[in-house]
């Protein structure tokens, strides 16, 4: 396996130290203040993040702006060039990318290869960034006037990213504005951080110029100051609601181009003609895949008329067969959550979705492994209605609710009224009636007999409504598969 600079951290016995990368190296925090970063499956802690201060935010900011006018006048094609290297390296190092992801987040190691493929096919697609920057040419305008419209960069660009892609999700960032010329300053998750530094090292190692690209680690006080500063000229963040509208709202009042992507309550509806197997081992996939920490997770199935009963059966009947452990061992199939805390505020909505009056069909309290590991089993709750709390807060864990409705209207009406807007499927044989659902329901990303229709990378990503602020998006399903693995294209 290739050298790390910054290590699996379960090898290590004392706190590694996560600090910043400015200007191309390590920049150790100033503020004193820091936070703990976790290997989840283990329980313990393995890290120290340093928290950046308003002053290293605004340093990172100096560094990207430093670097700016020489990379936009860097040519296409030697733009290129670096990121066809950047391409090769990512590939190459991809192992090395999952296990550090595994460590720090607790997925699967397959599924954090697959994170990292998907980050790759926007790399790759980065790759073609001349065809996507040709601007408009019109003769004869006006009476001998001609027209042109070119794509410029912007300047200094910034993302802040969610702790449950901290590869995938900053490269659907910083690939895209670096390629177009911009420079950029990275504020990753302080839950799973490193993945950001070793992608930094790999970027310097490709060719990229120091001040390009830059990661500042932290809390609030770090995305007030990406917000806050007069020299970043867009924000592209990727979280939860509240945050993601504060986001929006905090960084246009400046003058900035937000855009903001949130949380997430993805409905799957079933009709009574749909495959039975096919629709619960989509429902299982993705309500437990990556322990349901995905912005595209099913966390609500909408059983329409008779398909209820034989719905929650065969999900009941497969839950017993997922293994759950560390991702880091091969045959585990769903890991454990990312820290204690949001495991039991995950595992607080079984008690709660029963006081309220839902039916526990299997209760992962009972069934997650042994040890400090911030594990919860598989959970399923029936005859969840839309007043539990169940139903209306995003969970974000691997607890997946049914909620039970006569008709093909009422499915499709509580998808709408949903306040989140991010992916909906519908299963059925019944192309007419899965045609009609594409046609009226009011979600970014539909899949039809797909259970996560996360779009491929030459498609824009969105939800609608409270699932992103800033921008509208088209909805394009893609193919996916049926197993616990993030959706891959070959
Ligand atoms: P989060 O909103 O807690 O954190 C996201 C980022 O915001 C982090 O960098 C964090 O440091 C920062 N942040 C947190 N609290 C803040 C505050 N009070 N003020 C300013 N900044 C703050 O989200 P998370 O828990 O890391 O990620 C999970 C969420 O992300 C889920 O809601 C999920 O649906 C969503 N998500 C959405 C998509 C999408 O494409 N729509 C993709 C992935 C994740």
Redesign the pocket.
């Known amino acids: 396996m290739t050298e790390l600079a910054t290590p699996p951290v379960e090898q290590e016995q004392e706190l590694k130290r996560i600090s910043h990368w400015i200007g191309g190296r390590i920049v150790e925090g100033e503020s004193g203040r820091s936070g703990p970063v976790y290997n989840p499956a283990l329980g313990r802690q393995t890290g120290a993040v340093d928290f950046a201060a308003v002053e290293e935010v605004d340093r990172a900011v100096q560094a990207a702006k430093a670097a700016f006018a020489e990379w936009r006048a860097v040519s296409l094609s030697k733009r290129t060039g670096i990121f066809f290297r950047i391409r090769d390296l990512v590939d190459q190092r991809r192992e090395d990318i999952a296990r550090i992801l595994t460590a720090e987040h607790g997925k699967v190691l397959s599924d954090a290869k697959g994170e990292v493929a998907r980050g790759l096919e926007v790399i790759e697609y980065c790759c073609g960034i001349p065809e996507l920057l040709k601007g408009g040419f019109s003769e004869q305008a006006s009476t001998g006037i001609d027209v042109y419209s070119i794509r410029q960069p912007l300047g200094v660009v910034a993302g ?6 901290p590869a995938m ?1 900053p490269m659907w960032m910083w690939a895209p504005a670096i390629a177009c010329g911009n420079t950029f300053v990275l ?5 799973d951080p490193s993945a950001s530094l070793y992608v930094a090292e790999l970027l310097q190692e490709a060719g990229l110029p120091d001040g390009v690209f830059n990661v500042v680690h ?3 006080v ?3 100051a990406v ?1 806050e500063h007069p020299d970043i000229a867009a924000v592209s ?8 509208r ?2 929006y709202e905090t960084g246009t009042k400046r003058g900035k181009r937000v855009q903001a ?4 309550k993805n409905h799957m509806v079933v009709l009574p003609d749909a495959d039975i197997d096919m629709a619960a081992d989509a429902a299982v996939s993705a309500a437990y895949g990556s322990a349901g ?4 997770a099913i966390s609500q199935v909408v059983a329409v008329g008779d398909a209820g009963d034989r719905l929650v059966e065969a999900i009941q009947q497969r839950l017993p067969k997922i293994k759950v452990g560390d991702g880091m061992e091969p045959d585990v199939e769903m890991g454990p959550l ?1 820290t204690r805390e ?1 495991r039991d505020r995950v595992a607080s909505y079984i008690d709660g979705a029963r006081e309220q009056g839902a039916d526990v069909v299997a209760d992962g309290r009972e069934t997650g492994p042994d040890g400090d590991g911030f594990f919860l089993g598989v959970s399923l709750l029936d005859k969840v209605t839309p007043e539990m709390d169940a139903y209306k807060d ?1 969970i ?1 864990g691997p607890v997946l609710g049914v909620t039970r409705v006569d008709t093909y209207d009422e499915a499709l009406r509580l998808v709408n009224e949903n306040p989140y807007g ?1 992916g909906t499927a519908i299963f059925t044989r019944d192309g007419g009636v899965a045609r009609q659902f594409q046609f009226d329901v009011q979600i970014g990303m539909v899949g039809i007999n797909v259970p996560i229709p996360v779009p491929v990378a030459y498609y824009s ?3 609608w409504k409270n ?2 602020f800033g921008a509208s998006r088209w909805p394009d399903p893609a193919t996916s598969k049926v197993d616990l693995g993030f959706p891959q294209t070959r």
Request: net charge negative; proline share 6%; hydrophobic share 40%.
């Open positions: 802040i990213t969610p702790f449950n892609f999700v504020k990753p998750s302080e839950k932290g809390d609030k770090a995305v007030d917000l963040f990727v979280g939860s609601t509240p945050i993601a504060y986001v992507l949130g949380g997430a920490e995905r912005c595209m990312v949001h995003e974000f991010n990503f969105g939800g699932s992103l």
